[in-house]
């Protein structure tokens, strides 16, 4: 049995963000391409996934993995931790009883968020830029540390965090959503069958977990399409930069595209997000039940 619970949240966490990545990455690669794409570009989602597989590949689909796996897994980790450090607080605060209220919930589900935003946001940038570049030879980036070298060098920690303010939006309000509705639907299950967390089974954790996934998109997903924009933009007028904030992305977004500029990619994110986290859940609950006993 592990006593150390800040281990256990960090490992449950890595291992459920591992398998969120290796389930959920072509599907991701198919949203950030639609949401960054000039309109016009592809006319569906199967012509997304047409194109890229006759002109780049069946691997094309994983493009950028190696960043995503090493730092999704390290997002997830840190989200975990937090988010279960700060349900045992206001665990505290209850005198003792598990069962939180919502706010509670959501709180604790932002608070996981906001953490890890700090690694999501240059993560997520430098594989969308991995995800978007052009498949022509030399690339413009070899890799994730020639991407994030490259970057760095010409623009500094500043490039490096490019679309740091969409992302801290979407972490805080996202992952309040998300872990909200997912403890919400376990604490009500263990209360209905009169039982403990651990003997809710697995299943139920995928259930709940694709429940999740919905929460998460469907209270952030604009955000998600203008960080998306900023983190493909350029990085100075010099270079083609089209937004200079969020606030003035959401304005041009909204003035060239309206409201279907705000949901391009949202077919492929909905069709990935219960596989994608259902398995993130099944594998984190399943780790941190075998570590606990």
């Not at 690669?29 to 597989?53: A, C, E, I, N, W």
């Not at 190696?66 to 209850?94: E, M, Y």
Request: glycine residues 10%; positive net charge.
């Amino acid at each position: 049995m592990v006593k150390n619970q800040t281990v256990v949240d960090l490992t449950s966490g890595t291992v459920g963000g591992i398998a969120q990545v290796i389930v959920g990455q072509p599907f991701d690669l198919v949203k950030v391409r639609m949401q960054t794409s000039p309109p016009g570009t592809y006319k569906s989602t199967m012509d997304v996934v047409t194109t890229v597989f006759k002109n780049e590949g069946p691997l094309a689909f994983y493009k950028g993995t190696l960043t995503p796996l090493l730092g999704i897994g390290l997002c997830v980790s840190i989200q975990f931790a937090a988010l279960n450090s700060t349900k045992r607080f206001f665990t505290d605060q209850n005198n003792g009883s598990p069962m939180l209220s919502y706010p509670q919930l959501f709180c604790a589900g932002a608070v996981a968020g906001l953490s890890n935003s700090i690694v999501s946001g240059p993560v997520e940038h430098v594989r969308i830029r991995l995800q978007t570049q052009a498949s022509t030879v030399p690339l413009a980036y070899a890799g994730p540390l020639d991407c994030i070298s490259k970057i760095y060098k010409a623009n500094g920690l500043a490039g490096i965090f490019k679309g740091q303010v969409p992302t801290l939006w979407r972490e805080g309000v996202g992952y309040g959503s998300y872990f909200f509705a997912y403890e919400a639907l376990m604490q009500r299950h263990m209360r209905k069958e009169n039982i403990t967390r651990s003997e809710v089974s697995p299943g139920f954790a995928v259930l709940y977990g694709a429940a999740a996934g919905y929460g998460l998109w469907f209270s952030i997903y604009p955000f998600d399409v203008i960080k998306s924009k900023i983190q493909t933009d350029g990085f100075s007028a010099s270079s083609g930069r089209k937004y200079t904030s969020m606030l003035d992305a959401f304005r041009k977004v909204w003035a060239q595209q309206g409201v279907a500029g705000f949901t391009r990619g949202l077919g492929p994110t909905l069709i990935r997000s219960p596989f994608a986290n259902g398995a993130t859940f099944l594998f984190a609950e399943l780790t941190m039940r075998s570590m606990s006993e």
